[in-house]
């Protein structure tokens, strides 16, 4: 009898007790800064090869500079920061925020902006004097209502055309299309030849190409006013643009996994032409470790996407100082390091990105970052849609769902109405 | 005191489990009920009530339509396909196979891999490139000379959820066939042999004994699947990720609340899940408490 009693005990306090411990970690992870050294837990979804090396080099550089703070590296991994946006919503709701997140510059931070959750960075911006180096452009687009909330630190470019040059010479191509009309000529001239025109990945990178197409036919003018109060989704130019787009789908190969098949496709000589952010060219270019080990300029080339010549069709991880930071001097601190022209020079090279700054060291840059870098400082600016910039999260998924059920039944018609209602509905 | 010793302990025992069901499973349902019945369309406003308006307006999005459809063709090629392989494998077992415990670890061992893993491996086996680009099952196919059944398995538009139902009645028809292997030895010997005695033949035997006395077993299997099958995520997202050609509505759950950042909707389409699950499940609780009582 006694023996049961026991048993029965034991089993409830256990019991209880992992019932209650799931409440005492928390407390424990968010005061454990407070003794000592303070802790500075920097949120990111830089865990990959070359991004992940990028963080550690601004890391030795922060600790360096403040011996005082130890930092904490709360990375979460996952290709473009899905699982990492997640767990971090549900942190701020929680309003357990980390000291500092990377986020996307621009519309993909309104969220928490509106919610309240992030301190305005104007100040920073001043005693750095930010503003006299970078882009004014750039600080516009990421400006809501004159107040700046991030600091990029680094810029990647969407609107690039990867292609083979042996496939194009053998479709008796001689340079890379400068125009929609071109390119879709080209396209027909490599289809001829049994290769696969374009190459495509999974959903996501349809939106990509979109927002491309989209640039290139709209033009960077009647572009940019879409992400504007004045915009027209209704106009004949964006039916024209979507049946520019619908042309170019129908030459797509069968969408492969993701964009690392579908770069794979061109560098392997299957596939003529991709369109995909540059970081892709870390991937073409890279050692076989992380990448294919491909020659730049003989193996693969690349150009600005059809169309787009002359605009830079930008994205940017930056940080964020969310309100209510436990440390918030050592988030300071840290995006102090992120803004400044060390941090940046350390971390682009080994990301395979430019810095958001224009004063960079320039011999740091080869090949086709150096390109990149030298667009950077002349082209007219436009922003991504997939990736955060122009459009809020709410907007960026309703033309996720548009392009996807596009896909499927190459209504442009309905695709277009179904834009204009993303457009109405995305409270942006 | 006796009485009390008599109740006590056994009381004590299961309160914690009690207290962790009625807040984190019924708790949270209604919380997650109460938040389907607002216009909280974002994570700031607070939302007010707004009835059943969020469960009709869902039916004008074509992605639910899609959505739903998908997860009807994949429940009924998966329920019916594990279900009819399962008792397949286990009609062969219960027919003496040597070697007999050897087969049902190999069947039976896909269960102990996470649909995660299951979909790693599927999504490179059914790779949809055909032709000279073909890898995984379609290439197999061309080896065999057997071209003419490359297809592009769960990108094709019309049959692609029943592509990715193979992955999953790969997993869990070795499961099937355990419940089933089991209800077959549960048939006694002696009414079989009096229905031989009777001049049953072999097949009348189990078109008359054995079947009727699997009832509940099928039963019991035909819930476990369709519940899986409904909530299905995590192999859909290891296939394909989160696109409109494989969607269900737990991944448009996921993208409701994530991505677009409604809690209303994304509280709306799990309130769906649960009624579609408890369709599935009351009826077959309701039997059950019946049966008990009859005996």
């Known amino acids: 009898m006694r023996r049961r009693w026991l048993a029965a005990v034991a089993v409830s306090v256990a019991g209880l007790l992992t019932l209650t411990a799931c409440g005492g970690s928390d407390d424990k992870a968010a005061g454990g800064g407070q003794s000592g050294q303070k802790k500075v837990e920097v949120f990111s979804w830089w865990t990959g090869p070359g991004e992940a090396d990028g963080l550690k080099a601004m890391r030795e550089?922060?600790?360096?500079?403040?011996?005082?703070?130890t930092f904490y590296d709360a990375a979460v991994a996952g290709g473009s920061g899905d699982q990492a946006r997640a767990l971090l919503s549900s942190k701020l709701q929680a309003n357990q925020p980390p000291d500092t997140f990377q986020g996307h510059a621009g519309a993909e931070l309104q969220g928490y902006i509106k919610a309240g959750k992030l301190e305005p960075l104007n100040f920073l911006y001043d005693e750095l004097k930010l503003k006299d180096v970078l882009p004014q452009e750039l600080i516009d687009q990421i400006s809501v209502q004159g107040q700046v909330y991030s600091v990029p630190v680094n810029i990647h470019r969407s609107n690039v055309l990867?292609?083979?040059?042996?496939?194009?010479?053998?479709?008796?191509?001689?340079?890379?299309?400068?125009?929609?009309?071109?390119?879709?000529a080209d396209l027909g001239k490599v289809k001829k030849t049994?290769?696969?025109?374009?190459?495509?990945?999974?959903?996501?990178?349809?939106v990509h190409l979109l927002e491309s197409v989209m640039l290139g036919s709209l033009g960077t003018d009647a572009y940019n006013e879409l992400w504007t109060a004045n915009a027209d989704w209704s106009g004949a130019n964006v039916t024209k643009a979507l049946e520019n787009f619908k042309t170019i789908l129908s030459y797509a190969g069968t969408p492969q996994e993701d964009w690392q098949p579908a770069a794979k496709q061109v560098a392997d000589g299957e596939a003529a032409f991709n369109i995909m952010g540059d970081w892709a060219y870390g991937y073409f270019h890279n050692p076989p470790d992380g990448g294919l080990g491909k020659q730049s300029k003989t193996d693969f080339d690349w150009a600005a996407s059809p169309g787009t010549d002359g605009t830079f069709m930008w994205l940017s991880d930056s940080f964020t100082l969310p309100k209510g930071a436990p440390n918030r001097d050592g988030a300071v601190a840290w995006?102090?390091?992120?803004?400044?022209?060390?941090?940046q020079d350390a971390f682009n090279p080994k990301k395979g990105s430019i810095p958001a700054r224009k004063d960079a060291d320039k011999s740091l840059y080869q090949d086709y970052l150096a390109w990149d870098l030298d667009q950077w400082a002349s082209a007219k600016l436009a922003g991504s849609i997939q990736h955060g910039v122009v459009a809020n999260d709410a907007w960026r998924t309703a033309i996720n769902d548009a392009v996807g059920l596009f896909q499927q039944d190459q209504d442009v018609a309905k695709f277009q109405q179904a834009l204009i209602a993303a457009a109405k509905n995305s409270g942006q | 005191m006796t009485r009390v010793r008599r109740w006590l302990p056994g009381l004590l025992l299961v309160t914690p489990s009690i207290v962790a069901v009625?807040?984190?499973v019924y708790g949270l349902l209604g919380w997650n009920l109460k938040v389907a019945m607002t216009d909280q369309h974002d994570e700031i406003s607070q939302g007010s009530f707004v009835g059943l308006e969020n469960f009709?307006?869902?039916?004008?999005?074509?992605?639910?339509g899609i959505s739903v459809r998908h997860a009807i063709v994949f429940t009924v090629v998966f329920v019916g396909g594990a279900l009819v392989l399962g008792w397949l494998l286990a009609f062969l077992m219960e027919k003496g196979i040597r070697g007999e415990s050897g087969f049902r670890a190999v069947y039976l061992f896909p269960m102990a891999v996470s649909f995660i893993a299951t979909g790693v491996v599927w999504r490179w086996l059914m790779n949809s490139g055909t032709g000279e680009r073909a890898v995984g099952l379609n290439s197999l196919f061309h080896y065999l000379g057997l071209d003419f059944l490359q297809w592009q398995w769960f990108r094709d538009p019309d049959w692609g959820m029943a592509a990715m139902a193979i992955p999953a009645i790969w997993q869990m028809s070795g499961y099937v066939m355990a419940l089933f292997l089991a209800g077959f030895r549960g048939v006694p010997d002696e009414l079989r042999e009096s229905a031989r005695v009777d001049g049953c033949g072999e097949w009348q035997v189990y078109r008359h004994i054995v079947l009727p006395m699997l009832r509940p077993v099928t039963l019991s299997a035909l819930i476990i699947l369709g519940h899986i099958s409904l909530k299905v995520f995590d192999l859909i997202v290891a296939v394909s990720g989160k696109q409109i050609i494989t969607d269900v509505p737990a991944i448009f759950m996921w993208t409701a609340v994530f991505d677009s950042h409604d809690p209303a909707k994304g509280a709306t389409i799990a309130s769906y899940i649960v009624i579609s699950v408890a369709v599935f499940v009351v009826p077959y609780l309701v039997w059950n408490a019946r049966k008990g009582k009859r005996s």
């Open chain 1, 194 to 206: 049994g290769k696969i025109p374009l190459s495509i990945g999974s959903q996501w990178t349809a």
């Open chain 2, 56 to 64: 009709t307006a869902i039916w004008d999005q074509e992605r639910w």
């Open chain 2, 22 to 24: 009625a807040v984190f």
């Open chain 1, 61 to 69: 550089i922060f600790e360096k500079g403040n011996p005082g703070f």
């Open chain 1, 335 to 343: 995006l102090k390091v992120a803004a400044s022209k060390e941090g």
């Open chain 1, 162 to 184: 990867w292609f083979n040059p042996s496939v194009l010479k053998a479709a008796g191509i001689s340079e890379a299309p400068k125009t929609i009309d071109e390119f879709i």
